[in-house]
């Protein structure tokens, strides 16, 4: 057998095992053996153990008769009784037993098997029995039982007291053959119903874990026929509580598809539009040109910086996509530099403010800290901050005004830029992060850009290991915080 192959099985019974259909199969026949396998265990324990309780209760029971019988005939002091030893055959015949009998001096005085007639028996038994005790010890390894009963002589005084001595003991050993035999009779009968017991188990568990696993099959039938395009509509399997978990995070899941679907789409729409736009003017504006002769130099200087400023609002979008694809491919690619904060804001708001003044919007900078010092990319870092600045801008109304404040504990630097326009209703705040997502995309195209503007600022202030929150009241204002560790802490 090759290594290939080895390595194939070895995969596949990994890829079984991390089935749950085999899992829940494998977990009912343990449920289902380890009981059996402890019950019939039990049961043949019990057995054997009331088997010989009973058998030690019947033959101590009989020994004591036949020893009165020893002091009735004095066997003791003559074994040549007919009786006597036609009964004590008949008893170790009928216990396929051995019996011996000893005397008060430990003499041997009889043994059935003829073999120790005549020698001394002087054993921790046979003492416990001459002080009055019964003993029985059970040997399961050689199927015997070994046993003494007292031979007791009994005198009645003519005062009605009574004198009890001990003249002999009998020592017998017992066979338990017959025990065993039933044994391995109730062995076989409970092996015969374990077995039929494995296979209802077999059937059960295959059709337990079929049952079980069916709902999250149904699941993934469902899902595939989404994938498929099959099926556009949310899903139910409302089985199991766990199987309602995972379709209603999956729906969530494709009422978040769809939104950013739609989303695209639109970003498509609106960005062949702010696309074609810029051209068609700038065509517009060289046909002009080309279609005039002596065209003042004037004239010629206006359509050309029109152009020049068609060539930089096209410019502006290709570098917003650009810069948000850029950030998805290098996660971690930061120029970190320790700067300072609010020299880099400062710097931020004055290139920001002739943009302001056109609308008469005053840009506010105020900070609780005289040097607040962090590790940044000063580069992506400007870009966000800028993309909020010029939002508070755009969305404002004339006269207004944008505040940025810079704040420093020692962990964090928070930027807090504040503004009195137009506002986010609540509704929507939580989507504004979102690329191509736009509010009001009316009044966006107005304004202009493609809606990727948030979206470059959260990825940039995540790669800085910060967040940024919002918080809005629609015809009040906005507020976005941004909070980012003074020290970089790279992945």
Not at 31 to 50: A, K, S
Request: glycine content about 6%.
């Amino acid at each position: 057998m090759g290594i290939g192959s080895i390595l194939g099985r070895l995969l596949n019974k990994s890829r079984l095992w991390r089935s749950l259909k085999a899992r829940i199969f494998v977990l009912m026949m343990v449920i289902g053996i380890i009981p059996t396998v402890f019950v019939r265990y039990g049961i043949l324990q019990n057995y054997e153990q009331r088997a010989v309780e009973v058998r030690i209760s019947d033959v101590q029971t009989q020994y004591k008769i036949f020893a009165d019988h020893l002091i009735k005939y004095n066997y003791l002091a003559d074994t040549s009784s007919e009786v006597i030893n036609a009964e004590l055959d008949q008893i170790s015949n009928l216990y396929d037993g051995r019996v011996i009998i000893i005397d008060k001096n430990f003499n041997i005085i009889k043994d059935t098997y003829g073999l120790s007639e005549g020698k001394t028996m002087i054993s921790q038994e046979v003492m416990e029995c001459f002080l009055g005790q019964n003993t029985a010890n059970y040997d399961n390894q050689n199927h015997y039982i070994e046993m003494t009963t007292p031979i007791v002589y009994t005198e009645v005084f003519p005062d009605g007291e009574e004198s009890i001595s001990v003249e002999g003991v009998l020592l017998t050993s017992i066979s338990t053959d017959s025990i065993e035999m039933t044994i391995e009779i109730l062995s076989r009968q409970a092996t015969v119903i374990q077995v039929i017991i494995f296979m209802l188990l077999v059937g059960l568990a295959v059709a337990l874990s079929n049952l079980l696993v069916a709902p999250f099959e149904r699941v993934t039938s469902a899902i595939a026929e989404v994938k498929d395009g099959f099926q556009t509509e949310q899903i139910s399997v409302p089985d199991y509580l766990e199987t309602e978990h995972i379709i209603t995070a999956f729906n969530e899941l494709l009422g978040r598809m769809k939104v950013l679907d739609e989303s695209r789409q639109e970003f498509v729409s609106n960005v062949s539009h702010e696309l074609k736009t810029p051209l068609a003017s700038m065509k517009v504006l060289a046909d002009s040109l080309n279609c005039q002769e002596n065209v003042p130099v004037e004239l010629y200087q206006e359509f050309m910086q029109d152009i020049t400023d068609e060539i930089d609002r096209e410019n502006k979008i290709i570098t917003d996509l650009l810069a948000l694809v850029k950030m998805d491919k290098t996660q971690g690619d930061l120029n970190i530099e320790n700067k300072e904060i609010n020299g880099l804001v400062e710097l931020i708001l004055k290139r920001i403010r002739p943009i302001a003044k056109q609308r008469d919007i005053d840009v506010i900078f105020e900070s609780t800290r005289e040097e607040v010092l962090a590790e940044i990319d000063e580069v992506k870092l400007t870009l966000a901050i800028t993309n909020l600045v010029e939002n508070g801008i755009k969305y404002n109304e004339d006269h207004g005004y944008v505040r940025v404040t810079v704040d420093a504990d020692h962990q964090y630097f928070t930027i807090r830029v504040e503004d009195n326009g137009i506002g986010i209703p609540e509704e929507y705040q939580e989507h504004i992060f979102e690329r191509f997502y736009r509010v009001d995309k009316s009044h966006s195209r107005e304004i202009g850009g493609t809606g990727l503007g948030l979206a470059i600022t959260r990825n940039v202030i995540l790669m800085h290991r910060g967040f940024i929150k919002v918080e809005s009241e629609a015809g009040v204002g906005t507020v976005f915080t941004v909070k980012i560790p003074l020290t970089y802490a790279a992945k």
